[in-house]
């Protein structure tokens, strides 16, 4: 093994104490310790975490940014603009360089196969930050934002819609269990929604898919043989009429209906998705469950759902994106933070 590739000792949780004035003259009397403010295991400490990304991102690269300080390591953003990848430099070489200086990639790429190729290539572990088929740090923080409001769904009186704040008595550790939901989902078939199709089947619930027809709105077959081989499509049902797919539905999920990429199919898009847009009305009409809630992993248009459902009562989208942090920062510790140096040396 290389000695000066070894970790430096753990730095020590700090000690955080708080000064209260008891006599309202500002003059701190009272010193209370409260050192209940749990931090997270510093597992990124001396390692730097590559952010390759060759799309824009606010919540994604937010959350990797500031989960790795929280995890007492850093982040690099190395936008398409800043290095040679893809210019100058193959996928290849620029995986086995990066690996060799960074201790994770977390990398958002065009096409699927781009991450496939880093992947392989590259001697320490590469995260999926979104590609063109998958994006499965997003369903990571919709199953943990459902899980957190599972209150919201076991009673469907109208008070449970008027809240998305769950109660103090749930934001522990054990989340509680959800009751098996229908999940709905209006749009086209993106890369959130593919990994909606191989997880929430498996965890007991029954997802509607509401597409318009045509070969651009229907799954790709790579994703739906890996849908078939989890065993998910019998609980997945398909259907080109949005009504219909929100029948039922306990909560509607929609993205973009212009994914990144997808620009100059924005005319024709916006023509057949006409009457895809989240609304009450919709939702009334399709018979969604009296409760139902909404997800969007945003950036959210205002023609996929409309401002009284976006931010009304029903809506979770602000835990959900807030859950993007939390959710990201699990995968750093568990993926990047759990990396042995000492293996990284010896693949050399
Ligand atoms: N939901 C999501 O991935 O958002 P960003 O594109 O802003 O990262
Ligand atoms: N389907 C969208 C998701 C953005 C977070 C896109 O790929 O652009």
Redesign the pocket.
């Known amino acids: 093994s290389t000695p000066w590739l070894k970790p430096m000792p753990r730095r020590s949780m700090p000690s955080i104490t708080t000064t209260k004035s008891s006599t309202g003259t500002g003059l701190k009397t009272k010193s209370k310790k409260v050192n209940d403010l749990r931090l997270p295991s510093q597992s990124l400490f001396n390692k730097t975490i590559a952010l390759l990304f060759s799309k ?6 937010v959350s990797a940014e500031t989960a790795a300080v929280l995890l007492g390591g850093r982040a690099l953003f190395l936008g398409k603009e800043d290095i040679q990848l893809g210019v100058n430099e193959s996928v290849r070489d620029s995986a086995r360089v990066l690996g060799g200086m960074c201790q994770g990639i977390f990398a958002r790429v065009g096409d699927h196969s781009e991450i496939e190729e880093l992947a392989e290539h590259c001697p320490v572990p590469v995260l999926n930050a ?1 590609s063109s088929l998958w ?1 499965p740090t ?1 369903i990571l923080a919709d199953i943990l934002t459902l899980h957190e409001h599972s209150h919201l769904f076991t009673s469907p009186s109208p008070s449970s819609t008027s809240t998305s704040t769950p109660p103090k008595s749930l934001r522990v550790r054990e989340l509680p269990p959800l009751p098996p939901l229908t999940i709905t989902w209006l749009g086209d078939s993106s890369n959130v929604l593919h990994d909606i199709l191989v997880s929430l089947p498996r965890m007991g619930h029954k997802v509607r898919v509401g597409a318009p027809k045509g070969r651009a709105y229907e799954c790709p077959e790579e994703v739906w043989r890996r849908v078939v081989e989890l065993g998910c499509e019998e609980n997945i049902y398909w259907t080109s009429d949005p009504r219909e797919a929100v029948n039922g539905a306990d909560v509607v999920v929609t993205d973009t209906w212009i994914s990144m990429g997808q620009e100059a199919e924005k005319e024709q898009r916006l023509k057949d998705f006409q009457g895809y847009q989240v609304t009450e009305a919709l939702c009334a009409e399709g018979g969604a469950k009296e409760n139902w809630k909404f997800l969007h ?3 959210r248009k205002q023609h996929e759902v409309d401002d009284e459902v976006f931010y009304g009562p029903r809506s979770l989208v602000f835990p959900e994106a807030d859950n ?1 942090k939390w959710t990201i920062m699990a995968c750093f510790d568990l993926l990047f933070g759990k990396w042995d140096l000492e293996a990284e040396a010896e693949s050399y």
Do not use: D, E
Not at 56 to 61: C, H, Q
């Open positions: 824009r991102s606010t919540r994604t690269r979104l994006h997003q992993c945003l950036p993007r």
